[in-house]
């Protein structure tokens, strides 16, 4: 099992968690607002990559980097991983970019 794909993951996971409560940009502003903003399109996403995969769409490619691990048949357990990060860095960026041009704005 190679777990360095995983592990990369959990680092950018880590890594915006620290900016989210560092800067104070989304669950420490609200808790409930930035679940919703990143479960509900998470749970989005991994509907449509079964709905892909269901339909012969989408599929695990051969890849060295992951770990083998799946939660179904073509869902290596990575997706989850990267799901979540493609979600919270949107919310992130949605919330830090007016926050950015409010300053260049001064």
Same mark, same amino acid.
């Given at each position: 099992?190679?777990? $360095?794909?995983?592990?990369?993951? /959990?680092? /950018?996971? *880590? #890594?915006? =968690?620290?900016?989210? +409560?560092?800067? &104070?940009? *989304? %669950? !420490?502003?609200? *808790? &409930? *607002? /930035?679940? /919703?903003? !990143?479960?509900?399109?998470? $749970?989005? %996403? =991994?509907?449509?990559? +079964? !709905?892909?995969?269901?339909? #012969? $769409?989408?599929? &695990? #490619?051969?890849?060295?980097?992951?770990? #083998?691990?799946?939660?179904?048949?073509? %869902?290596?357990?990575?997706?989850?991983? %990267?799901?979540? =990060?493609?979600?919270?860095?949107?919310?992130?960026?949605? !919330?830090?970019?007016? $926050? =950015?041009?409010?300053?260049?704005? &001064?």
């Amino acid at each position: 099992m190679n777990f $360095i794909y995983l592990l990369t993951l /959990a680092v /950018a996971l *880590a #890594g915006l =968690v620290a900016l989210d +409560f560092t800067h &104070k940009l *989304a %669950f !420490t502003k609200n *808790a &409930k *607002a /930035a679940l /919703a903003a !990143t479960g509900i399109p998470y $749970i989005f %996403f =991994v509907i449509w990559d +079964f !709905t892909g995969i269901n339909l #012969g $769409i989408f599929f &695990k #490619g051969a890849s060295p980097y992951l770990t #083998g691990l799946m939660i179904a048949p073509d %869902f290596p357990v990575e997706e989850l991983f %990267f799901l979540a =990060v493609l979600c919270y860095s949107t919310l992130i960026m949605a !919330t830090w970019l007016p $926050i =950015v041009l409010k300053r260049r704005q &001064k």
